[in-house]
């Protein structure tokens, strides 16, 4: 999962094998989350989003779950690809319109 | 295609420079973020502004100020640029109200002060 540090966590996974991510968001009261990419040297692209009402939301080849109990949010990639190979990291937005940004998770994918 | 556009990708300055880095955004957004990015410290809120000429400090505001003069343009100043600053510069732009915000980013701009 996400944590603020010098270095960023990594995941390693095989081509074609399924991507789970994780990140923990601290504020009970946030509404909106969104998971983005961001590929080296480029800025970050929307990848999904959900919102509080929702536990699940499905995009191609990407869900988003979300725990509200436990503040925990996941972005699972299906079938992972050499291009899913980035920094993944979620996004809170909490009910006055600020946005909070985790850290980031590193996705690896092995040929 | 809708588009928030950093005028440079790379910049390479010299100690006590005065920096400007321009961002222009494409879709009426009223608010525009600047952020730096370094590893493993993910982005860090410089400045905000909700409208022409308002800004707001965001988390990390010392050494930077930063111009709205007109809508689509938000401009960071780095008054005196210092090592410590070498970072990637992400501009953001978003819609004001309910979600999802449109919340988007520039490419990022790679300032390397030396």
């Known amino acids: 999962g996400e944590s603020v540090g010098l270095h960023l966590p990594t995941l390693s996974v095989q081509e074609g094998d399924n991507s789970i991510i994780n990140c923990a968001y601290s504020n009970s009261a946030s509404d909106y989350f969104i998971w983005y990419k961001q590929e080296s040297g480029k800025g970050p692209q929307f990848i999904i989003d959900i919102r509080s009402n929702m536990d699940k939301r499905q995009g191609q080849r990407v869900t988003v779950l979300l725990n509200k109990t436990v503040k925990h949010l996941s972005l699972q990639i299906a079938a992972t690809q050499p291009g899913d190979s980035a920094v993944y990291f979620c996004?809170?937005?909490?009910?006055?319109?600020?946005?909070?940004f985790g850290s980031g998770t590193k996705l690896n994918v092995k040929p | 295609d809708v588009k928030v556009t950093q005028s440079s990708r790379y910049l390479v300055k010299r100690t006590g420079e005065k920096v400007f880095l321009e961002c222009v955004q494409d879709m009426d957004h009223e608010n525009m973020f600047w952020y730096r990015q370094d590893p493993g410290l993910g982005l860090r809120l410089i400045y905000f502004?909700?409208?022409?000429?308002?800004?707001e400090k965001g988390d990390i505001p010392e050494g930077y100020s930063v111009s709205r003069e007109k809508k689509e343009r938000f401009s960071l100043i780095l008054e005196s640029a210092s090592t410590n600053q070498t970072s990637m510069y992400l501009c953001?732009?978003?819609?004001?109200?309910?979600?999802?915000?449109?919340?988007?980013f520039g490419s990022g701009t790679r300032l390397t002060v030396v």
């Open positions: 996004a809170e937005v909490d009910n006055f319109n600020k946005f909070y």
């Open positions: 502004s909700y409208d022409v000429k308002m800004k």
């Open positions: 953001a732009s978003s819609t004001s109200g309910t979600a999802p915000y449109g919340y988007t």
